[in-house]
């Protein structure tokens, strides 16, 4: 299984999965034509993408999704509360599924999660291919129980570390949305990332942090946290920007 993530944080999400020439992309957060340009800087082509599937109605995670549909002419799988965001939907391409109905692609599967996230019916998932097991989880409020039972049960992860508290509170952003970051429907700290993995992910050929706020965080904050928690490792850190490849897991 083939990992990419295309871009992550707050200006954009996507994660590119492949398996066996059969892929997948994760939520449609940046542009099309920066999908195709950061698939073929990696040797990917866009023909093997069977579909986009969307995590959430937030604007990072689903603002391109329209412009998938109309220049990539992707399917896009997603539950209908995305209608009421993202505008000039091509009817013909949406496919709406509930929060728990699990999606096959060929031999690839997505099972959806629900998150306790502040947007209707906030999913993260795992995907897998018949051998192995990712976790895409990102936009979760707060580390719900779930959680727990599916990083013992996958081989890799992708993990939200968005925030560093002291830099959150010494920041620019008013009192009401500080409260929502770090409230139950908010986002992951380094902190609460990393214990996750210390307490039930030292199993995972790998983990990517993800998600990291530009103004609550920093790629080192993130890694130092990570490293001071978990004791050993060497996690991924998610690129703002550009596109993060990541080992395949095999």
Partial sequence: M??????SGSRGNCVYVESEGVAILIDAGISARQV??????????LDSVRAVVI???????????AVYQRKLRLPTFMTEDGTRVVRDLDESLCHF???????????????????PHDAPNSLAFVVSDEKHRLA????????FSQLQKVLASVDAAILESNYDPELL???????????????????????????????????LRWICLAHLSQHNN????????YRKVVGS????IADYYQSTPLPAIC
């Fill in 2 to 7: 083939e990992v990419l993530v295309l871009q």
């Fill in 36 to 45: 195709q340009l950061r698939l073929m800087q990696h040797g990917k082509r």
């Fill in 55 to 65: 995590s959430h109605s937030h604007r990072d995670h689903i603002g391109h999704v």
């Fill in 97 to 115: 599924f509930r929060p728990n109905e699990r999606l096959e692609f060929e031999h690839l599967v997505v099972e959806p999660i629900m998150t």
């Fill in 136 to 143: 895409v989880l990102t936009d979760l409020g707060h580390p």
């Fill in 169 to 203: 509170a010494e920041g620019d952003y008013p009192e009401w949305l500080q409260e929502r970051i770090r409230g139950p429907g908010g986002h992951l700290s380094n902190k609460e990332a990393a214990l996750l993995i210390k307490k039930h992910g030292r199993h």
């Fill in 218 to 225: 920093t790629p080192e904050v993130a890694y130092n946290t």
């Fill in 233 to 236: 490792g060497e996690p991924f």
